[in-house]
């Protein structure tokens, strides 16, 4: 009987599985709208000029391809910290994993804080805040809320999804005139003319490449997921699709309806295609951004949470961080943590530093993925996910491929 007791009181609380198909694609549509077109749109707008949605698109085909490869790992391997594992299951070395699990880590904490910064950009346009106590206050809220519970947050991140999506609704309703012009300016939207056109598109598409970060997100919460071998891959292709016929749909609007010195310099961009002709409806489309950059830092603190709790509970962090708070189920402590060191990015680095950064290591994660893919389908104990194609190789290819360019692009300044 004693024996008994004692096993009930240490044994440790596991993560519940709450969240439904419509609950994760919401999770992961407002992880990539957040990231992406509220927060960036002016700068991939600098980068590649009309040629934007170009660009946008090949952002979308990198990480559709990629996205494709994780819909067949979480499948076979539906654990948290996914990247750790479809990386260990498939190269076996254990330095590597830990690697790979610290990176996605990083990029979530980078991601939060590059939203954070985005949040005092679209706050300024408002009132005037003091950057340092806006950014600690928001944290601070942040990281209560998802200490709070895995279905409460997503239930408000789906909430602020929908906000979300009114919000880009508003900005194409509003600019819908201006698409009288897409005929005329096709071509300079869709065929750059030179050599230098081409290296701005793929210039623009490192950088709208973070807009679509997300969807891997959605894999680190597989474990609090319901059937997760069906509800995980609809989930990731219903959010990439539906993120990217918005992205270019808004890119279009963006660069036909504003001049492109005035929309690369803005640091409210969305608010900024309203504010001359609908100053009201700017208004609302500027709150509105500052709901979509509140919802991208909970998803990204809840990601990097996960990744770090599994990484503990796969022996490859320090166990601490696997505790799960029994009220709650969540682990408190690995938030807690992802939180503070978040607030500290958050006020020490730049919105396009933090951006491309984060562009950087997830595309070296996306090619680790799609290499560890390649090697576990030869494998007998893998079950291909015949519903879904896959091109891992391609997808590896197409990684390397924006990645050198990054670098040649550093090094040539």
């Not at 918005?246 to 609007?253: P, S």
């Not at 208004?283 to 503990?312: D, K, T």
């Not at 494998?379 to 390397?400: H, I, M, R």
Request: glycine share 8%; net charge neutral; hydrophobic share 55%.
């Amino acid at each position: 009987m004693t024996q008994a007791s004692s096993n009930t009181v240490t044994e440790s609380p596991i993560l519940a599985r709450r969240i439904s198909l419509p609950l994760l694609t919401f999770y992961g549509l407002g992880t990539i709208l957040g990231a992406g077109i509220y927060v960036l749109a002016g700068k991939v707008a600098a980068a590649s000029g009309l040629l934007a949605p170009l660009a946008f698109v090949m952002a979308a085909t990198v990480a559709g391809i990629t996205g494709l490869s994780y819909c067949q790992l979480v499948v076979n391997y539906p654990k948290s910290a996914g990247e750790v594992c479809y990386v260990d299951e498939g190269f076996h070395r254990a330095w590597l994993s830990r690697l790979v699990g610290a990176l996605v880590v990083f990029t979530g904490i980078v991601s939060a804080a590059t939203l954070a910064n985005g949040f005092v950009g679209y706050l300024n346009s408002f009132v005037g805040v003091s950057p340092v106590l806006t950014i600690f206050v928001l944290m601070l809220v942040m990281t209560a809320v998802a200490v709070w519970g895995i279905a409460e947050s997503l239930w408000l991140a789906a909430a602020i999804t929908l906000i979300e999506l009114s919000g880009l609704f508003l900005l194409i309703g509003f600019n819908v005139d201006v698409l009288a012009l897409f005929p005329e300016h096709a071509a300079q939207l869709w065929l750059p003319s030179s050599g230098g056109q081409w290296f701005a598109v793929i210039s623009g598409a490192f950088l709208a490449f973070y807009a679509f970060i997300g969807f891997e997100d959605m894999v680190n919460i597989v474990e609090e997921v319901k059937s997760p071998q069906t509800t995980m891959p609809r989930a990731i292709l219903w959010a990439l699709t539906l993120s990217t016929l918005l992205y270019v749909w808004v890119a279009v609007v963006a660069v036909l309806a504003m001049p492109l010195d005035e929309l690369s310099a803005s640091d409210a961009p969305l608010k900024a295609l309203l504010q001359n002709n609908h100053p009201q409806v700017a208004a609302w489309v500027g709150v509105i951004s500052l709901f979509a950059i509140v919802n991208g830092v909970l998803i990204q603190l809840i990601m990097a949470s996960r990744v770090l709790y599994g990484m503990a509970d796969q022996g490859r962090a320090p166990k601490v961080f696997s505790r799960v708070w029994s009220r709650t189920r969540t682990p408190v402590i690995a938030t807690l943590v992802v939180g503070a060191i978040t607030l500290m990015a958050a006020l020490w680095l730049p919105l396009v530093t933090l951006a491309k950064a984060t562009s950087f290591i997830i595309l070296v994660i996306f090619t680790l993925v799609n290499f560890s893919l390649l090697r576990l389908r030869k494998q007998p104990g893998f079950v291909p996910l015949t519903s879904v194609p896959s091109w891992p190789l391609l997808g590896a290819v197409l990684c390397l491929g924006l990645l050198g360019f990054q670098l040649v692009d550093v090094f040539s300044r």
